[in-house]
């Protein structure tokens, strides 16, 4: 079955210590972005890419640093600049349109903690 | 800039009750418009869309109908069930484009259904 598959389900951060989150889809789909979620907000957008080795910033990636060196991956890296990374982290893909906009397909997150 | 109004919960319906969830939205062009539903602990699923004016999306007894005469997106059910309760997201993306628009989330509504 094709899908987004994102690990770990729960990540611990100690203080001053970068994580990485894995994001992975074999949907074929060009386009792939990060969201953060909080409580009682909607999503904001961190990164996204729309092929391989290219990436642009979103609203709120201040903290945050991505690859795509493969179409399938988009790891993000929460970076001790990060302040107040304890979040809701969902990974999405889509495919790139040519003439339809297509919605986007999210995987199930990452919540990440600070200890 | 685009924007996606919702309002506010939670909101908490008995079984078998008429569900109305508003959003409204602020956009130039002729948007797309979605509503995503989050079930506890997981990420977003698509639940509807439509992606031009008076084009109802339905879904799982889901429906809104795309007004652009009143901006508005309207989520509704004729009997909401236990399963339903989650968080609810309308969301808009722009007309078909050679560049990247991305994806405007309202801050969701939490929807409670009890027995």
């Known amino acids: 079955d094709g899908g987004i598959t994102q690990s770990p389900k729960y990540l611990f951060r100690k203080e001053g210590q970068n994580v990485t989150l894995s994001c992975e889809q074999n949907?074929?789909?060009?386009?792939m972005y990060w969201y953060r979620q909080d409580p009682g907000q909607g999503l904001r957008l961190i990164y996204y890419?729309?092929?391989?080795?290219?990436?642009q910033k979103g609203d709120i990636a201040e903290g945050y640093s991505v690859s795509r060196e493969k179409k399938e991956s988009f790891p993000l890296t929460v970076t001790s600049a990060q302040k107040n990374p304890t979040a809701f982290y969902l990974c999405a893909s889509s495919p790139w349109g040519q003439a339809v906009w297509e919605t986007q397909y999210f995987g199930p997150g990452t919540r990440l903690l600070v200890l | 800039g685009n924007s996606v109004t919702q309002m506010e919960g939670p909101v908490t319906l008995s079984e078998e009750a008429f569900l109305t969830i508003n959003c409204t939205y602020t956009?130039?062009?002729?948007?797309?418009l979605f509503w995503y539903v989050q079930y506890p602990g997981e990420g977003l699923q698509l639940l509807l869309k439509a992606t031009k004016a008076d084009d109802k999306g339905s879904n799982k007894g889901f429906e809104a109908t795309y007004r652009k005469e009143t901006t508005s997106f309207h989520l509704e059910k004729g009997s909401v069930q236990v399963s339903d309760s989650a968080v609810y997201f309308c969301?808009?993306?722009?007309?078909?484009?050679?560049?990247?628009?991305?994806?405007?989330f309202g801050p969701g509504t939490s929807l409670s259904v009890i027995p």
């Open positions: 949907l074929n789909h060009d386009a």
């Open positions: 956009a130039t062009g002729y948007p797309s």
């Open positions: 890419s729309q092929i391989v080795n290219d990436f």
């Open positions: 969301a808009l993306s722009g007309a078909p484009k050679t560049s990247y628009d991305k994806v405007i």
